[in-house]
């Protein structure tokens, strides 16, 4: 018998954390498959691109992690310049605190005291702990809290882009909140606003995405100009991601961006359409799923043992990174049936191909670990610590 708090604190302490060292390099050739692999070379060259152009615009970064859910991944990024880290859940936020990240931003707002409890202990164990807020009861609750633990808190407003999921209307309504959480929440410290416009990020084509973007932008600098008139610095817009790194220094709203996707990158990333160009492939894809041909019932199709199970899709199919003139189709939970119209080569059972995800971030909460090589060789692996970490 074990009580709730314990089990949610069994859970967090038996979590993998640190990178498993192989006694010698395996090719990625010899790994059990379906295997999710990161190329480290194309790894470095994203996290290295996105740092020089935040750099070069003056902007910081804070990447979001409820894509690759690693503390080993964030803390390269970290020592590329990101600033912090986003978590989405308290419980990915939990995870990257265990594993030595302490700059987190939780930007999703939470109400019940469980998570409260839990945001508070963080808080308890760094000074960095920050979440957001959309709501007068979520500050009343936090301030509540923070005060009988003694701890002074951070945190955003979260505004509504229009998307109807979290956050509170820019404007007036954003302003209200602002000086209800100065006025009447001691405990809690007011560090900016947080406006993530996840209804544009996959918005295809760039001109279609920025015009709808800035148009949902403006409302953003509509409220930080409300909040400097009414005496209340504003000294930090958190936001954006992948879709709209490029547009962001032309807007001038976000100063530090949350960036995620664009370690691994996905298919339905690269189909939104680059500026003046067919794919969007400033950042290359590093994350595959490695996936082995076991069957062929039929001469024109052979089948894969990666399925649903193994690569989470919202709207893309899986593609074979180097193969041509082959459609994968989801064959049932453990399957792909690839059918060969005219292949770029040929495909033999026992074949295992790389395969670049439709989706990233689902993809990768159905692995235990990552296998990440460089030119073919595993040296080590890492676990995905707050994979299933949703709560
Ligand atoms: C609040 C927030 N910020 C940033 C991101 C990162 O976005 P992307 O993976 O598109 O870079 C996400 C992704 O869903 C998000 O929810």
């Known amino acids: 018998m074990t009580s709730m708090r314990q089990f949610i604190s069994d859970i967090k302490s038996n979590t ?16 059990p498959t379906p295997a999710l692999t990161i190329d480290l070379n194309v790894l470095d060259s994203n ?13 910081t970064l804070r990447c979001h992690t409820k894509m690759h859910k690693s503390p080993i991944i964030a803390k390269k990024q970290l020592a590329h310049g990101a600033v912090g880290v986003c978590c989405a859940t308290v419980s990915e936020a939990e995870i990257m605190l265990l594993g030595e990240i302490e700059n987190i931003l939780i930007t999703s707002p939470v109400v019940t005291e469980d998570k409260i409890l839990r945001v508070m202990s963080m ?8 979440i957001v807020v959309d709501h007068i009861k979520g500050a009343q609750a936090l301030n509540k809290y923070a005060d009988a633990d003694d701890i002074n808190l951070k945190v955003y407003i979260d505004l509504d882009p229009g ?3 979290t956050g509170i209307r820019p404007g007036e309504d954003a302003l209200v909140l602002g000086q209800y959480i100065l006025e009447s929440c001691p405990r809690l ?7 993530y416009a996840g209804n544009c990020m996959h918005i295809n084509g760039f001109e279609k995405r920025q015009s709808k973007y800035q148009y949902i932008l403006q409302k953003g600098l509509e409220t930080k100009k409300l909040f400097e008139s009414k005496g209340i610095p504003v000294p930090v817009l958190t936001g954006g991601g992948t879709g709209t790194y ?46 082995t041909a076991i069957s062929q019932p ?14 989470a899709t919202d709207t893309a199919y899986p593609e074979f990174k180097d193969v041509e003139g082959v459609v994968y189709h989801f064959g049932g939970d453990e399957h792909g049936i690839v059918q060969l119209n005219n292949p770029s080569r040929t495909i033999n059972l026992g074949d295992r191909l790389s395969l670049i995800t439709p989706h990233c971030d689902p993809t990768v909460n159905l692995y235990d670990y990552y296998y990440p090589y460089r030119n073919g060789l595993v040296e080590e692996i890492w676990p995905i610590s707050a994979r299933g970490k949703s709560q």
């Open 189 to 195: 410290n007011f560090q900016g606003l947080q406006m």
């Open 47 to 59: 996290l290295k691109k996105m740092q020089n152009h935040i750099d070069d615009h003056g902007m």
């Open 298 to 311: 039929q001469s024109t199709l052979i089948t894969f043992d990666a399925g649903i199970k193994c690569l």
């Open 163 to 165: 998307m109807g999921r």
């Open 123 to 130: 808080a308890k164990q760094s000074d960095d702990i920050a």
């Open 16 to 31: 993998p954390l640190h990178p498993i060292l192989l006694d010698e390099p395996v090719s990625i050739d010899a790994l």
């Open 246 to 291: 490029d547009m962001e220094p032309d807007i001038g709203f976000i100063t530090e961006l949350q960036a995620g996707s664009y370690a691994f990158m996905d298919i339905e990333y690269r189909d939104i359409g680059g500026q003046e160009k067919e794919h969007f492939d400033d950042f290359k894809t590093s994350l595959f799923v490695l996936t």
